[in-house]
């Protein structure tokens, strides 16, 4: 009897650990619709480069290079401005956030030592010198969330 009862003493505690566990539904992930295409980018890696507050992340789809988002943010900022260098690139070809420009906007909700939560949404333009002229790129309902 004693073993029956620490056997279900164990398992309700079990329950109830992971039931109390970190945030449900952590997507650790970085979503986003580009020029009408939904994509995950599902591998992120986190950096920290230069100082410690500094953190610089990559996202890529299934490992593979031929779509990169890059972009850095200070640990501790947060709101519209707290997002720096957002890059998205493509078989080699480079498209920026535009300096000093309010056509991105990345709203940062969480920035600690231990997670990074972000809503953006925007235009990227990327500089074609054959054309000598700028191609665009629309990102909307993008978001991302990463614990590391």
Known sequence: MKKVLFLLFLLSGLVLVSSCSKEENLAEELEVTINGQELTFNTIIVDRQG???????????????SRIITFYANVGDDGENAVQNFTYT????????????????????????????????????????????YDSIVLSDGRMDVEY
């Open 51 to 65: 100082s410690i507050d500094e953190r610089y992340y990559s996202a890529v789809i299934n490992s593979n290079t």
């Open 90 to 133: 493509i078989r080699g070809r480079i498209y920026k956030q535009m300096q000093s420009s309010d056509m991105f906007i990345g709203d940062v909700r969480i920035n600690n030592n231990a997670r990074f939560a972000m809503d953006f949404s925007g235009t990227l333009s990327s500089y074609d010198a054959e054309t000598d002229s």
